[in-house]
């Protein structure tokens, strides 16, 4: 991830509004600072989370820069430690391993993918989760 070509792959990042429009670096910071960590959705299901973020960030590889559609938002899956003691907070207990993501166009896309990927998790927790 970080490489020895890191800085100069975060130097030429393009941010984009929460409508994909490109905006500068100074611009994102103050829009994800008001955003409110940037959360467009998140639900608690069994030991699963699902998360719905703007990132406002394009990581996807581009093929023609003309007619590409940046994806900055992602929702995610992750699954909660064990804590048989106790002891971590909310937190801690959330496992940084990803279990499911998908990368979106738009708010709506995102809210859609979020609903899918709740739905999903649903289901694993009914029939058990298969190997993705």
């Known amino acids: 991830m970080f490489g020895p070509d890191f800085f100069e792959r975060l130097s030429q990042r393009t941010y984009y509004d929460l409508d994909g429009n490109p905006i500068s670096q100074d611009q994102w910071s103050v829009l994800r600072l008001g955003a409110g960590g940037a959360h467009v959705a998140r639900d608690h299901i069994g030991i699963y989370h699902v998360s719905t ?43 940084c391993t990803e279990q499911y993501a998908e990368m979106h166009a738009t708010r709506e896309a995102a809210l859609a993918g979020h609903n899918r990927a709740t739905a999903m998790v649903r289901e694993w927790i009914v029939n058990g989760r298969p190997e993705l």
Do not use: K, N, Q
């Not at 900055?72 to 937190?91: C, H, K, N, Q, W």
């Open 53 to 95: 973020i703007w990132t406002g960030t394009d990581t996807t590889p581009r093929e023609d820069d003309r007619d590409h559609t940046p994806l900055i938002y992602e929702t995610m899956v992750f699954v909660e430690r064990l804590d048989p003691d106790g002891v971590l907070s909310a937190d801690d207990r959330l496992d």
